[in-house]
C-alpha cells in the first residue's frame, strides 16, 4: 500500500483533510485584516488512514516546509501537501505561483505527489510535473458555510 500512490479524489475524500484544510482557510484571515498563510502535509499513517499534520503559521505571507528528502514527516508517509493564499487584494496572486510550482517538481519527496493551494474563491492543485489544475471553488470544496466566509 505504501508504494501506491493515492489519487487527488481520495485525499479530497478525507474527511480528516478536508477537516484540517478547512481549519487552515479559516485560521489564515483570508481577505482578513491579519491574513497569515497556513498549511502543512498531507499523510497517510501505517492504517492507510489520511490526515494532515499543520506547520506552524508563519508571520509573514509564506510558509516553510521542512525538507524530507525520505518522504516522511514524524514517521508518516507524505502523500501531498497544502497551502493558503489568503492576501486577497490585487497585489496578490491567489493562483499557485512559480515557487509552489517549482516546489512541486523538484522536491516531491517532500511535496508529495498532490500539493494544493487554497485561495479565497479557488481551490487548486499541482502535480509532480508542475501541471496546475483548479479543482473547483474553495467554498464547495472545504464545504464552507456562510458563516465561514463570512466571519
Known amino acids: 500500500m505504501k508504494n501506491e500512490k493515492p489519487t487527488r479524489s481520495e485525499l479530497l475524500a478525507s474527511r480528516s483533510v478536508i477537516s ?3 481549519q487552515a482557510y479559516v485560521a489564515s484571515d483570508v481577505g482578513g485584516l491579519h491574513p497569515t498563510e497556513q498549511g502543512g502535509f498531507l499523510v497517510r499513517d501505517a492504517q492507510a488512514n489520511f490526515t494532515a499534520i499543520r506547520l506552524p503559521a508563519s508571520a509573514s505571507d509564506s510558509l516553510s516546509f521542512p525538507l524530507c528528502s525520505n518522504g516522511l514527516f514524524q514517521g508518516q508517509e507524505i502523500v501531498g501537501s497544502f497551502h493558503t493564499h489568503p492576501n486577497a487584494g490585487p497585489e496578490w496572486r491567489q493562483e499557485p505561483s512559480p515557487q509552489d510550482i517549482r516546489l512541486s517538481k523538484e522536491y516531491p519527496e517532500t511535496m508529495g505527489v498532490h500539493q494544493f493551494v487554497i485561495s ?32
Open 20 to 22: 484540517e484544510m478547512r
Open 120 to 151: 479565497r474563491e479557488d481551490f487548486y492543485h499541482i502535480d509532480n510535473d508542475g501541471l496546475v489544475t483548479v479543482v473547483g471553488r474553495t467554498a464547495e470544496v472545504l464545504k464552507l458555510g456562510d458563516e465561514e466566509l463570512n466571519p
